[in-house]
């Protein structure tokens, strides 16, 4: 844990004590003395929150805590798609009078991250033609004749690496009832990770998140990282089907609609000559370049709401027909992790044929039943897959409509899948005349969902377990038949 992180000078607090005589010289000298001393006390404020016991082992924390129902970035209510840095879409509600959470089931994509490597291949390829103007009349683009692009890939992002460890500690200060610690094994939470390096440093940031709030107390460690390999089962990992959906079309009809008056713009004062496709990428070093800077880039200033308006929606689209309820084996990739959550709720064992490991979830050591906390670390494919088997986010057939931006939609993969997105399934125990029956309640990104899907649900998102279970008829039939639609040849 970096204790110093900063450039303070070392604080000497004897230094400023002798009164010399005033000459000249010495009157300098004390000029310098006063300066360090205001440096030195400026910087043990600026060091402060490291101190305190709710601090960050990162300085940045205390510029990032400033609003505690944002935490995990400074950008506010930013509207870049999926590469949105997290925020919470409500402040956290406890549950209902009578209810105690015995239960809960944490689900969260990575996160922030640099590009991946074939969107790196895009974005350099439209920045490579905004570079080859020389000068821009317009003062905005002023910076993009020099802009070095210096971005990863792949990897997590420091800011990603932040967000994490504060998830871990307000997971921990929310439920720190179900963490337990001492000898009972129910208390030990149970964490996967999904096999690539961006999901597996968000679990373990998560892990030190909860090892830190709870001051050691509760220290999970990664449990299990299931492989992402092709041919390998795995409920955190969308690539078993052969054949997905593909929602290029959707897309490049929305494209043509929407890129072009981009074009002309961004093209006005120049002999720019972008494509359509340009647009997307070009719009995406907006977020990739201010969540590594930690700070908004210039990229962001060269696009007006409108724009990112239709960024978004273009996003919407490409999810929602390929993970979501516009493709034919979206949702049934979602259903292997519905059927361990199910496993979970209900203390029975997993039922499941399609991506989870019989081996695994069968195994007390890799399935454990039983606990209070489990935590999985997984990818916005799959993560959206999971919502939509769920029923989560379902917009009536026709609002996902390619030609025209379908502005009541409720599918918006921002408010689902941001960089550090999470889905936080609650099992509680309420008193309900004086009988204790178990509910469920689903929380994405802090929002109380309603459960519209599940018969009895209440106003306040809580729905009983049993009537939980049988709203989920598409993953207890194994999807419907839609599983082996990936196979078809
Ligand atoms: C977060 O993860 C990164 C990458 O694994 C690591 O370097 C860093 O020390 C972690 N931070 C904490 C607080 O665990
Ligand atoms: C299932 O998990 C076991 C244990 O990790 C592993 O040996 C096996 O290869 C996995 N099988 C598949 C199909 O993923
Ligand atoms: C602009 O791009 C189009 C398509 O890539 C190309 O055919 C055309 O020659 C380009 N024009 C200039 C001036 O570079
Ligand atoms: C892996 O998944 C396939 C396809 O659903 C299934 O047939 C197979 O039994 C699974 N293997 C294991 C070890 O669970």
């Not at 798609?81 to 009578?98: D, I, K, V």
């Not at 990603?160 to 208390?187: I, K, N, P, T």
């Not at 060269?302 to 990112?308: E, K, Y």
């Not at 308006?309 to 273009?314: N, T």
Request: proline share 6%.
């Amino acid at each position: 844990m970096p204790r110093s992180y900063s450039s303070c000078p070392p604080y000497h607090p004897g230094a400023r004590q002798k009164a010399a005589p005033t000459t000249v010289r010495s009157a300098f000298l004390q000029t310098i003395a006063l300066s360090l001393l205001v440096i030195v006390l400026l910087c043990i404020a600026a060091l402060q929150p490291l101190y305190t016991q709710d601090s960050n082992y990162f300085g940045l924390k205390s510029q990032v805590e400033r609003e505690p129902s944002s935490s995990g970035s400074d950008f506010g209510d930013v509207r870049w798609a999926q590469y949105s840095p997290w925020r919470a879409m409500e402040e956290y509600r406890a549950p209902p009078e009578g209810c105690v959470v015995t239960q809960v089931n944490l689900l969260e994509r990575h996160g922030a991250r640099y590009p991946t490597y074939d969107a790196e291949v895009e974005i350099k390829a439209a920045l490579e033609k905004m570079q080859a103007v020389r000068a821009y009349a317009d003062e905005k683009f002023g910076f993009i004749p020099d802009f070095v692009y210096d971005l990863g890939t792949e990897d997590l992002v420091p800011l990603g690496w932040m967000q994490y460890v504060e998830h871990g500690e307000m997971d921990y200060a929310r439920y720190s009832h179900l963490f337990g610690g001492g000898d009972d094994e129910s208390g030990i939470s149970f964490v996967r990770a999904a096999g690539s390096s961006r999901v597996i440093e968000s679990a373990m940031n998560w892990t030190a998140g909860v090892a830190h709030k709870s001051r050691g107390r509760s220290n999970p460690g990664l449990s299990l990282v299931i492989d992402e390999l092709p041919g390998v089962n795995n409920s955190l990992h969308n690539n078993l089907c052969l054949h997905p959906d593909d929602s290029t079309p959707q897309g490049e009809t929305y494209l043509a609609i929407f890129a072009p008056s981009i074009r002309a713009r961004l093209a006005a004062s120049s002999e720019l000559n972008l494509t359509n496709a340009d647009i997307p990428p070009l719009i995406s070093l907006c977020p990739f370049h201010s969540v590594a800077l930690q700070t908004v880039s210039p990229w962001c200033s060269i696009f007006t709401p409108a724009d990112f308006a239709s960024f978004e929606y273009y996003h919407d689209l490409k999810k929602y027909y390929r993970n979501g309820y516009g493709a034919t084996v979206g949702r049934v990739q979602g259903i292997a992790y519905v059927a361990e959550l199910i496993a979970r709720l209900t203390h029975t064992p997993v039922r499941d044929t399609t991506q989870t490991n019989s081996t695994l979830d069968s195994g007390e050591g890799t399935f454990p039943l039983g606990r209070t906390f489990y935590a999985d670390f997984s990818h916005d494919h799959e993560i959206a897959g999971v919502m939509s088997a769920l029923g989560l986010f379902r917009d009536e057939e026709g609002v996902m409509d390619p030609r025209e931006e379908g502005e009541e939609r409720e599918w918006r993969v921002r408010e689902m899948v941001p960089f550090g997105g999470r889905m936080v399934v609650e099992r509680l125990g309420c008193l309900s005349s004086g009988e204790e029956m178990e509910y469920v309640r689903v929380l994405v990104n802090d929002r109380v969902m309603p459960l519209e899907f599940c018969e009895g649900f209440s106003g306040d998102g809580i729905c009983r377990l049993d009537r939980f279970v049988e709203s989920q008829g598409y993953t207890t039939r194994g999807g419907d038949g839609d599983w082996e639609k990936c196979f078809d040849v």
